[in-house]
């Protein structure tokens, strides 16, 4: 009965490190209202996540909404915004990685907004801050993109398991960034 039931809120609960969602949230800056019978409180998507399958849910706490904002950076005239998940299978919802990114761009096409995350690459989904840093004031080129691939190759240190190899992780964080960047190019 409760087959094909599965909620926003119970995606986000579970903190699952390859949940489909989180990097989602994470690229778009979102808050989680949480609420409780003391009352409500609004916290980062990005500081929800503490540990393997450990949130900042008190007891008695349940997520009631996601806020999203409405409005791109100021200044800004462009927006991308994609998610990917690779799996095994077209079919499998157990993802190997899944990445998510937002990007600003200004009327010269140069960076001034950057959201990178991603799940299946450590304990919690997460973003790519160091990377994202060095990307606002760059030009949205090929050049920037490999010297974000270079970057990304190095900026998390993933398990190997049954769904792949640490060093296939790593290569698919990259490489889904400058997917990213060829279905997205500069106009």
Avoid at 39 to 62: D, S
Avoid at 66 to 71: D, E, G, L, N, V
Avoid at 119 to 125: C, D, F, K, N, Y
Wanted: charged share 20%.
């Amino acid at each position: 009965q409760i087959r094909n039931r599965a909620t926003i809120g119970g995606n986000i609960a579970t903190a699952s490190p390859i949940g489909d969602l989180a990097p989602v949230l994470l690229s778009l800056d979102a808050q989680i209202r949480l609420a409780s019978l003391t009352g409500e409180r609004i916290i980062a998507i990005a500081e929800f996540f503490q540990g393997y399958r450990q949130t900042q849910l008190q007891p008695q706490e349940v997520i009631i909404s996601i806020i999203m904002p409405k409005t791109i950076t100021q200044n800004a005239v462009t927006r991308f915004s994609q998610s990917y998940k690779v799996g095994k299978r077209g079919t499998d919802d157990i993802s190997i990685v899944s990445a998510a990114f937002t990007i600003d761009l200004d009327t010269n096409n140069t960076i001034i907004y950057a959201r990178l995350a991603y799940g299946g690459v450590a304990a919690i989904p997460l973003r790519a801050i160091e990377i994202e840093g060095m990307l606002i004031g760059k030009p949205w080129n090929l050049a920037t993109i490999q010297q974000a691939k270079i970057m990304l190759k190095n900026v998390f240190n993933p398990l190997t398991d049954l769904r792949g190899s640490a060093s296939y992780r790593k290569r698919l964080v990259a490489n889904l960034f400058e997917k990213f960047f060829l279905e997205f190019p500069p106009r």
